[in-house]
């Protein structure tokens, strides 16, 4: 569930020196630097923003990556992500995912292998497994990740959202803490569903409209509704123009052409415009919309 990820992303975001407390513990040498927007021009890879820690005189850059199952098709993006940002950024990147739930699973891949014959390529990845930190969380070390307990239990018990708010009570940022609260809320209703987590956390409601956690959700669901609008406006208008250019060539379309036609998606439409200058015919408009369409269909 991608909001189950983005909420631990953002928790490490809002609270970096958790993140480095969760792998080095309290006694570290290891400090944060900064926080760096680690985009990369990579189609579709795009990095979460990463931690810039140094050791003494060394510097790198860490970046999370969160499951909450395994899911080994993505480790080579994880490892591209990294080596993309080392080779972009000239500085040592490394990567660390955290599986969030241990479910039914009996093993958390960290890395894959390319192999041909006597050839082989190895990539490993630092991996943490959220559930075996539990303690820490409990005992108020990691009380930031508090959060994230209900995915720890083989059997889902509500009560544990009291505990979550012991814990997060006790955090003294009040804007951290309505960021938390919002965080587990989003966990919970994954969890428990939307009814028993809004009789539990009655008074957090109200809180949760002064989360930047929330208000920056809302916006990026905006957005991204805005975009859908966009290509769908997009499409409905090609749509439209090649229905005329088809009315000209070949006259009015049966039903069931039509119907074929509107069923074509962004890129189907686009091929079928080059391919025009070809089709004199329903008949051929027929054969491309048979044949034709399901190849770009594939293609995609």
């Known amino acids: 569930m991608q909001e189950i990820d983005r909420a631990f992303k953002a928790v490490l975001t809002l609270k970096p020196d958790c993140a480095l407390d969760l792998i080095f513990g309290k006694m570290r040498t290891i400090k944060l630097k900064t926080i760096a927007d680690s985009q990369i021009n990579v189609p579709e890879l795009r990095a979460d923003k990463a931690f810039v820690v140094k050791d003494g005189r060394r510097s790198f850059y ?31 990147a490394l990567a660390v995912i955290v599986y969030l739930t241990k479910g039914k699973h009996t093993s958390f891949p960290d890395g894959f292998e390319n192999r041909f014959g006597v050839l082989s390529n190895q990539f490993k990845l630092s991996k943490i497994l959220l559930w075996e930190h539990e303690a820490r969380i409990l005992s108020g070390e990691l009380k930031e990740l508090a959060p994230f307990l209900p995915l720890f239990q083989k059997r889902p018990n509500p009560g544990i959202m009291k505990v979550q708010r012991h814990l997060l009570d006790k955090v003294s940022d009040p804007k951290l803490r309505s960021d938390l609260f919002a965080t587990a809320i989003v966990v919970d209703i994954y969890t428990f569903g939307e009814r028993v987590v809004l009789l539990e956390f009655q008074k957090e409601v109200n809180m949760l409209k002064e989360s930047r956690l929330i208000k920056g959700w809302m916006n990026e669901s905006q957005k991204i509704g805005e975009q859908i609008g966009e290509r769908k406006g997009e499409r409905k208008g090609k749509l439209s123009i090649l229905q005329k250019q088809i009315n000209r060539k070949v006259g009015g379309l049966s039903p069931e052409l039509l119907l074929k036609l509107q069923k074509l998606n962004r890129a189907q439409l686009d091929n079928l415009s ?23 269909a594939r293609k995609r």
Not at 67 to 84: H, I, N, S, V
């Open 62 to 92: 860490l970046i999370y990556e969160a499951m909450l199952q395994p899911r080994p098709d993505e480790l080579p993006k994880f490892a591209l992500k990294t080596l993309g940002m080392q080779y972009m950024l000239k500085r040592p």
């Open 274 to 296: 080059l391919e025009l200058l070809n089709i004199d015919s329903q008949k051929k408009l027929q054969a491309w919309l048979n044949n034709g369409a399901s190849k770009t």
